[in-house]
């Protein structure tokens, strides 16, 4: 197992559509285990394959201890919507809130190439959102009024000089908590919720 690059806004690959795989092969299986042990590093709660710079359909995440990771993933019902805050591992440092549904019936394969049908409400909910946006292009900022994008632009042309070629690079085993709200997970289970990073 690897921990990956993480590609940052104004890589393109963060823009283009991903293409459905046919099969889950062990290319693919070994992809998965690197994303978990690079989202783990960043100490985020869900990773797209375009954030390691990959195009395969294909995201993991982990919220209450509970990994999954998706193939070819479709939100076949929703639900409910609620606005909240967000952070994407490739946006550091900038957040922003989305409106999302509340509950949701993901169908996907798993990392064996097995179906699955999943019902997810809240957090758990909001990260496929996220994610399955990622998988399209998408990113949480172009929810954002247009005042607020302009703002958020200015904040990451300082943000981005602190990643060259837009790549944000981890190192295993070294803490990577955001420098102005970094909360341990495990240090201080009473912290309230933050913001996820996904
Ligand atoms: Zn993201």
């Not at 993480?6 to 092969?25: Q, Y």
């Not at 989305?98 to 997810?120: K, S």
Request: glycine content about 6%; charged content about 35%.
């Amino acid at each position: 197992m690897a921990v990956l690059d993480i590609r940052v806004l104004g890589d393109p690959i963060l823009r283009e559509r991903t293409e459905a795989l046919r099969a889950v092969t062990d290319e693919v299986r070994a992809l998965v285990a690197d994303m978990f042990e690079t989202m783990r590093a960043a100490e985020g709660i869900g990773l797209a394959a375009p954030q390691v710079g990959r195009k395969e359909r294909v995201f993991v995440m982990e919220v209450d201890d509970d990994p999954m990771a998706m193939v070819n993933p479709e939100i076949i019902e929703r639900e409910g919507s609620e606005r909240a805050e967000e952070g994407c591992l490739s946006i550091p440092e900038i957040f922003g809130d989305v409106d999302r549904a509340t509950r949701i019936v993901v169908r996907a394969l798993d990392a064996e190439g097995n179906p699955f049908e999943v019902e997810l409400t809240d957090l758990a909910a909001r990260c496929v959102q996220h994610e399955l946006d990622h998988l399209d292009g998408k990113l949480f900022i172009d929810y954002m009024s247009l005042i607020k994008r302009k703002f958020t632009a200015r904040k990451w042309e300082k943000e981005a000089v602190n990643y060259p070629g837009f790549i944000r690079k981890l190192e295993p085993g070294k803490a990577h908590s955001r420098k102005s709200r970094s909360r341990s997970k495990s240090a201080d289970p009473a912290a309230p919720p933050f913001e996820p990073e996904l």
